[in-house]
């Protein structure tokens, strides 16, 4: 293959799992059992726990719906997908559960559709999707002082493995419904987070990701309170064949010295940190609640770039927060250059009930919508520059299915040429099409 750059205008990419508009994504087997996701990766994760207990519970024609409760939007999208499931089986066991469950699941159980809520402390215990005893088992979150038992075995439909620690989140944002969904933050105990990674790599998986709702906050309730740098470093001593760990989303505010440690030192530890910043104006961070300032995100970035040059970044961002002007829009749609992003989540604002930014002078549906396509189009800018950095390098790739690998800094590679999922491969960039990097096996 002749060696080429390829640069052309591409649409915004289309809404991930996650973001508002995201699509659904189904788990089916052979018994007749389909669970449907709505949201982020951890529901993701979680749902394919859900779907083995349903499996070992001998669950069978059945619709599961793990639901989001990050949007309005993503609750609308639930209800009709549930509606939509009545219909085409009529003779199937509806389940609700998730988020948007937990947050109201009374909503859930005045619709007819509806045989059963479940509530995110419920959704994986032994026996409970199979229970009649009761329509409705939502059970008070903030009351659960544990994480659930089912740290996942590893997703045997992809090339890597995940392994939820963390659960819950202690803050409280003004715009975010999730701790009322998830509960406070809980920590799996250092040691069987070990011992699962340790089985995952005995099986074959190269990669593994820690993830949670609010992972750096890991041990925080734990005795002695270690830090996520501790965890990790752990993994890393006592899980030596493992090739590759990765974080998911992480709080800016929170990186301790021993991951910011671990991030400049250890090439295992992949080079990508996805920072749930949201917004890139002060007053606007300072309303939203959160711990960190602009200055701070580009300090951090900047920091991490001069320790470990190569890694990328991606960021959770929301446009249209109430009181929201256009000077201070302007301010988060700069960041995204100023700190390289490579990688957005767009999150049009959403009010949720019962959220202190739900009482906020609001922005304009239509500014909200434009603010938003503005924003992925910096998101596209910025991958595009990124994209353009790597051509001609030689990048280390997870591959994920024919054709498609991962690299270390989450750019995604296309390539031409046989290689096994699951396999990491060595890829030399010879072009890019505005959305991934375009490769030869080397």
Known sequence: MATYTVIKATPAPKPQAGEEGGPATTLSGPDGVDVVTFGCRLNAYESEAMRARAS????????????????NEAVRQARQAIRKARRERPGARIIVTGCAAQVDPAAFAAMPEVDLVLGNAEKAAPGALTDTSARVRVNDI?????????????????ARAYVEVQNGCDHRCTFCIIPYGRG???????????????????????????TGVDVTSWGADLPGQPTLGQLVGRILRMVPDLPRLRLSSIDAAEIDPDLFRLLETEPRLMPYLHLSLQAGDNLILKRMKRRHSREDALKLVAEVRRARPDTAFGADLIAGFPTETEEAFENTLKLVEEAGLAFLHVFPYSARPGTP????????????????????????????RHLQAQVGRTLSGLVERPGVAR????????????????EI????????????ALAEPV
């Open 357 to 384: 930014a739900a009482r906020m002078p609001p922005v304009k549906g239509p500014v909200i919508k434009d603010r938003a396509r503005r924003l992925r189009e910096a998101g596209q800018r910025g991958l595009e």
């Open 56 to 71: 070992a519970d001998g669950l069978s024609d059945a619709v599961v719906f793990n639901t989001c409760a990050v949007t």
């Open 184 to 210: 406070n933050s809980r920590s799996a105990p250092a040691g069987e987070v070990v011992e699962q990674v340790r089985k995952l790599a005995a099986e074959g998986y190269r990669e593994v990701v820690l």
């Open 425 to 436: 491969q060595a890829f030399r960039v010879v072009g890019h099409d505005g959305a991934r």
């Open 142 to 158: 903030m009351s659960i002082k544990e994480t659930a038992g089912h740290l996942i075995d590893g997703l045997k439909d992809r």
């Open 407 to 422: 690299a270390e800094d989450f750019t995604e590679i296309a390539f031409e040429g046989a290689a096994t999922p699951g």
